[in-house]
């Protein structure tokens, strides 16, 4: 049985990840809860460095069932390594994507039968999901048009709108099949909305970890 609370964040690309989770660790901080900050693919040594060959464009026509299958090794040498000990020990975990962008990305994007990804998680996860997820939905067009203006875009940043919009599709699937887990941030809002949304989503979760 696990003790800590695993929460992760979802979305598309330009969605505003980053400043949400910034807010996530404030409010954590503040409310003066033990946790991790990680993500994926990622959050190991082995996991980063899948990370790379992800999303680099060293192997840009790499099979849609390797991709799939890094995917979940990077899960794998997480779970074991960092994720399960840090919930094990009633630390908190804050993770920027996890299974649900395999759905999303994998399943909706790329095609998979969301049947053989279900396979891997119980196989690799044995389980264990997220207690919450926070997905930033937004339309494709103004998650890419903000994306734009970052950096060089990676391996997956460069898929057309039209792989977007079966990954947003996907996503969406996903949170009607567990509205209670996976809850929709309208992230097309304004910053000061879309964060007092994530506030009020996660605030009952603070406040019954005050014992
Ligand atoms: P990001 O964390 O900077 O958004 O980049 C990670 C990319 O990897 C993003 O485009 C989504 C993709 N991804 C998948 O395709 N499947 C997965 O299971 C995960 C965790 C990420």
Redesign the pocket.
Known sequence: MTEGLFITLEGI?GAG?TTCMDHLRSLLEQAGIAFLET???GGTQLGEEL?QL??GHKHTGMSHDA?LLM?FAS?AEHLQQKILPALDTGQWVLC????D??Y???GG?RGIAFSRIQVLEDWVQNGLKPDLTLLLDLPVELGLERAGKRSAP?R??SEAMEFFDRVRQAYLELSRKEPERIRIIDASQNLEAVLAQISSVVKPYLQSSIR
């Not at 920027?96 to 299974?99: G, H």
């Open positions: 690309e990840k993500r994926e693919p990370r992800l999303l991709e995917m899960r920027d994507r996890f299974t962008a395999t999303a990305y994998q994007g990676d997956f940043e």
